[in-house]
């Protein structure tokens, strides 16, 4: 129960990806890890902990072991993005008579209607000039500020029970009257104690301002916004942090853009990830031979949460290969790819879970249903090495509050801590000895 805790203070202060970012590297700044920048050059030490931030919203974070012989690299991939509304640069929208609204566009894919008749805030970035520099300020309004109402089904000519919503027109979220003539700058402005003058741009976005609950009869539930994907990137997060190897050099990853296809700078599509990998093998003075072998004895497990069984519609889930809450870690299956768990892959994991006392289960989607994808096959783009697809079991993925069990963020941690602590080398068949 206190990983659950932890898990929803951590949501409760990430409204945004780059909350979530700023909030992971203060638990790495607490474990002791190096801050580094992309424009200076690495001196990195045997036994040494850096991480590295990119566009505030992605972190690289690893580790150095003292023995480089047979070197390998643990990685675990999940995303700091969840689906939302990004306010747009021109935000404020008068209606017909009486109302104010502001400016939005969807980001991602949320189911469009959770996101109606609650209270919802305004977190994000903004960019402040500064005498000769522009510098960044995160704000988080902490205010029930806006919300987006739904027509009453009374005056509405339709039927509004399965009703598709127009972004431009339904979605618009509610921050004031006329009368009050408000301007969001002077909020922002007001928040985090800047000029209104001064504020050059923004990436500012909504957020729902119920941060999450423990419930059910025994407690064995938790309803939280952003579980897609924090859950997994709290979970990956506190097993890297808490593991230790003296042979491989421990990798976690952070990306953004994971909702809007990754093909970003800061995406697990771009190169981060493999400059990275580059720039360490150049640090330590190995060759790029040297960092080939290591990656061929290296792992990723992409992170991502799964669909656990549905309680009101069970029949959408493949009847053999589906997750229960509560049931520990999903390893995730398909085809085609979108996931890249193949037998090898799977076997290696599930060895992890097992040297870790952890349940695990098998999904893949009904084969009438094509299903997501994750980061797995985009990050395996840039830096080809074995890799399975994994997460936690959860319901209503892409609502505005999501709801998991209580029990399998502390089985994530377990499992993530265990691959952390264990050393892989290919073997001539494609498999890996595992050994700590």
């Not at 992605?58 to 003292?66: G, K, Q, R």
């Not at 976005?205 to 059910?216: Q, S």
């Not at 050099?249 to 809007?260: L, P, Q, R």
């Not at 060895?351 to 289960?361: D, E, L, R």
Request: proline content about 3%; some cysteine; charged content about 20%.
């Amino acid at each position: 129960m206190n990983n659950t805790k932890e898990l929803l203070k951590f949501i409760q202060e990430s409204p945004t990806c780059f909350h979530a970012i700023k909030n992971i590297c203060d638990i790495l700044d607490q474990a002791n890890y190096e801050l580094l920048m992309e424009n200076e050059h690495w001196n990195l030490a045997k036994g040494g902990k850096y991480y590295v931030v990119r566009n505030q919203s992605s972190v690289l974070a690893f580790t150095i072991p003292n023995n480089l012989d047979n070197l390998s690299f643990n990685i675990s991939a999940s995303h700091s993005d969840s689906p939302t509304f990004k306010i747009k640069p021109n935000f404020s929208l008068e209606s017909v008579n009486f109302y104010q609204e502001l400016n939005t566009e969807v980001y991602g894919g949320p189911i469009i209607s959770t996101w109606m008749d609650r209270p919802l805030g305004v977190a994000g970035r903004v960019i402040v000039h500064a005498s000769d520099t522009i510098s960044t300020k995160l704000v988080k309004i902490d205010k029930d500020l806006l919300i987006i109402p739904h027509i009453a089904p009374h005056v509405a000519s339709e039927n509004l029970n399965g009703a598709k919503y127009n972004p431009q027109i339904d979605m618009l979220p509610l921050i004031s009257t006329k009368d009050q003539k408000c301007d969001l700058n002077d909020i922002i402005a007001s928040t985090i104690n800047v000029k209104k003058e001064d504020i050059i741009a923004s990436d500012l976005f909504l957020y729902v301002r119920d941060r999450g609950h423990v419930l059910g009869l025994d407690d064995e539930f938790i309803a939280a916004p952003q579980l897609d994907d924090l859950a997994s990137a709290f979970g990956c997060l506190n097993g890297f942090v808490s593991a230790s190897n003296e042979a491989s050099v421990n990798i976690y990853a952070c990306f953004d853009n994971e909702e809007v296809g990754s093909r970003t700078k800061q995406g697990a599509g771009s190169k981060f990830l493999a400059d990275t990998i580059s720039r360490i093998g150049d640090a330590l003075k190995l060759s790029a031979t040297d960092i080939s072998c290591a990656l061929a004895n290296s792992f990723i497990v992409s992170a991502d949460n799964a669909h656990a069984v549905h309680p009101n519609q069970p029949g959408r889930t493949d009847a053999k290969n589906n997750a229960l809450l509560n049931h520990g870690i999903v390893i995730k299956y398909n085809a085609n790819q979108s996931y890249t768990t193949d037998a090898i892959s799977s076997a290696y994991f599930e060895t992890i879970c097992k040297n870790a006392s952890v349940p695990y289960q098998k999904y893949t989607n009904r084969s009438d249903v094509r299903g997501g994808g994750t980061l797995g096959a985009i990050s395996t783009s840039q830096v080809s090495i074995n890799s399975v697809d994994i997460g936690l079991p959860q319901l209503a993925m892409h609502s505005v509050m999501e709801t998991a069990g209580s029990k399998d963020v502390s089985y994530l941690i377990k499992a993530m801590n265990e691959f952390y602590s264990s050393h892989s080398t290919l073997l001539v068949n494609g498999c890996y000895k595992i050994e700590k």
